[in-house]
């Protein structure tokens, strides 16, 4: 048996084994998942505007006036007028003077961090913040240092001890809303510690645009800090329904991106038609803001049907809904019982979530039907008890806890942090280096946490 074969059974062994599911047609809020049909309750298509006829229009008209592919990167042939008629409309929706696209969410947190931070500089990062913002960190070369979750008292405890001794750059990076727990980050009080200790932020609104904010305009604007946050990044692969991403900034950090940003200097350009796919969704967003009214609707739909069911899950309009079951093989269990009743919600375990903490993942799309949600919740409440599991007796999500309690100024952190994880590697803060004992664990679906936090 080969080195691989050994891993891949292991995987196996503990429950970590991953296949691709194939789904045929659109994403819409019913899917065909390798022949069966399913209501899709996974999807990151929140306002379901992937398959909207006026999305899949501009992308064929695209498709036929400029081609397929940009051919080339940003920097050489690959900027097309497509390119920069959505980077306009993007910057007057985030309220920012200028936009740059990039090919991925990925690539736009790869280049924007490493150009506004490396070797000298320091970055202080949330501890659950999506892997391509940890990836950034990494590949930056800056000093890393992971505060814990959602904790302004430890990150300005942190920011202290970092402040003397050291001339480089600073940077605070966060996800607005969080993806495996949809808990928001305290963007005001996030934004008042960078102006005190000298800090530029930037802020991942990947799962906030199209629910929060008014009109959906995302966390940002929701906490009233447009043109405040130095670099704000956003998808245009889940609300508005097509791929790629952004950076909005002022105009001189965009020119200055456009000038050190590997990740765009050296990838080919967006494609036309995911370009003019997104432009045509974010036209319908600002046309039609009943669509995140309906998102808003089906989410509190969907906890409430999830609460009755017994579920830990609390009344709110966040679309992102945790349902953690703790051990992988029974998450697993609840998603392929679910499966085969009509429901399609994707298990999340290690590395994308803790150990001890895998879940179903349940995101509400505003193309669902009030009566769709609470038929799924129903479906999930009896599969989980057929199956042994109370659902009483699982672990509430971030969003539906209390927020932690907040330890005085001068503690100790480095112990408590480097012992709150089971399975976490210690990581040295003054290191740009992977974690000591980092394994070649997969990449899952959203989040890696093999290399997540730093002491």
């Not at 229009?57 to 008629?85: F, K, N, P, Q, Y």
């Not at 906490?223 to 900034?249: F, M, P, Q, R």
Request: charged share 25%; hydrophobic share 40%.
């Amino acid at each position: 048996m080969s080195e691989i074969e050994e891993r891949l059974s292991e995987l196996e062994r503990l429950g970590l084994g991953r296949r691709l599911r194939l789904i045929s047609g659109p994403q819409g809020p019913t899917v065909l998942l390798e022949g069966k049909p399913v209501l899709l309750l996974c999807s990151n298509n929140y306002l379901g505007l992937a398959d909207h006829p006026r999305v899949r229009e501009a992308a064929a008209d695209a498709a036929m006036r400029w081609g397929v592919g940009a051919g080339a990167s940003r920097l050489v042939s690959g900027s097309m007028t497509i390119h920069g008629r959505l980077e306009e409309r993007l910057a007057d929706f985030k309220g920012t003077e200028g936009c740059l696209l990039f090919g991925s969410g990925y690539l736009a947190n790869l280049g924007v961090i490493g150009a506004l931070a490396g070797a000298g500089d320091t970055v202080f990062s949330d501890e659950l913040n999506h892997a391509s913002i940890i990836d950034g960190c990494r590949l930056s070369r800056a000093a890393v240092v992971v505060y814990r979750h959602r904790d302004v008292e430890h990150l300005e405890w942190s920011m202290r001890r970092h402040a003397g001794g050291r001339e480089g750059r600073r940077l605070i990076v966060s996800d607005s809303v969080f993806s495996m727990d949809g808990d928001v980050a305290p963007l005001l009080e996030l934004a008042e510690l960078a102006q005190t200790y000298g800090a530029r932020t930037v802020i991942d609104e990947a799962h906030a645009v199209g629910n929060l904010g008014p009109d959906g305009r995302g966390a940002v604007a929701e906490a009233g800090l447009e043109g405040e946050i130095d670099v704000v990044i956003g998808t245009l692969g889940k609300a508005l329904g097509s791929y790629g991403a952004y950076a909005c900034a002022s105009a001189e950090i965009v020119r200055y991106l456009i000038n050190t940003s590997r990740s765009l200097i050296f990838s080919t350009a967006p494609p036309p038609p995911a370009v003019a796919g997104a432009l045509a969704a974010l036209e319908l967003l600002r046309e039609r803001p009943h669509r995140v009214a309906r998102l808003r609707s089906n989410a509190r739909a969907l906890r409430r049907a999830l609460a009755a069911e017994g579920f830990p899950v609390t009344e709110s309009e966040m679309h992102i809904v945790p349902l953690i079951v703790g051990d992988e093989r029974q998450a697993m269990r609840l998603c392929q019982e679910a499966i085969e009743g009509g429901v399609f919600a994707q298990a999340i375990r290690p590395p994308t979530v803790a150990s001890g903490s895998s879940r179903l993942r349940l995101t509400a799309m505003a193309s669902h039907t009030a009566s769709e949600l609470r038929e799924a919740a129903g479906l999930l409440g009896r599969v989980a008890r057929r199956i042994g599991l109370d659902p009483e007796s699982l672990t509430a999500g971030q969003v539906e806890r209390q927020a932690p309690p907040r330890a005085s100024a001068g503690e100790d952190f480095a112990g408590e942090i480097s012992a709150r994880r089971a399975g976490a590697a210690p990581f040295d803060a003054e290191s740009s280096g992977a974690p000591a004992g980092d394994s070649a664990a997969p990449f899952d679906i959203e989040r890696d946490l093999s290399g997540a936090r730093a002491a």
